[in-house]
């Protein structure tokens, strides 16, 4: 058989403003516990959950919260007998707390737009300039053509002149004794 319990926790820390109390009712509602979280005027959490007493435990154990955002430092507990008040986990918000959130979330969104703005004119300069190195590329490819063009024809130009000073017989007479000269070397294992 379960045994119910009522669980009236006050949370402090880094918690209001940080996500902590939509962390706490995504926790609270996977373990199947009913009841309320809110921001107390002092900066603390007030949780006051209903449910098995295994399950609070493992409640409990999952509100102490610390990550990037949320630093809780510590947590006042107090159980008593469930008074069965609750039909849901949820949270209760304060007056002005909604106007406030959607103020500083207008001026979140303000600021995201300036810094996509600049994000944006900062890539169109970055293309601009890779255009431009995309330029000097192509001029650089042409020139590396021109250069072997060149290449080519001076080449082109001293076999011509080779031709013109050896007549074929030296030629002939300068392949004659390079094959003399490798079969030498191989034959004493140089090469």
Known sequence: MYSMKRLTAF???K??????????IQLANGLGLKGIIENLSDGRVRIIAEGDEEKIKLFEGSIDIKNTFIQVTSIEKIYSQPYGEFGS????????????RLDEGIGVLKDMRDLLISICSTQKQ???KQDQMLGKQDQMLGKQDETLFEIKDMNRSLNDKMDKV???SDIYEL??????MKSALRAKGII
């Open 11 to 13: 949370v402090s820390g």
């Open 175 to 180: 392949k004659g004794d390079v094959s003399e």
């Open 89 to 100: 986990f949820y949270k209760l918000v304060g007056t002005g707390e909604t106007d406030s």
């Open 166 to 168: 050896l007549d074929k």
């Open 15 to 24: 918690v209001q403003r940080v996500g902590y109390r939509a962390r706490v």
């Open 126 to 128: 970055m293309l601009g």
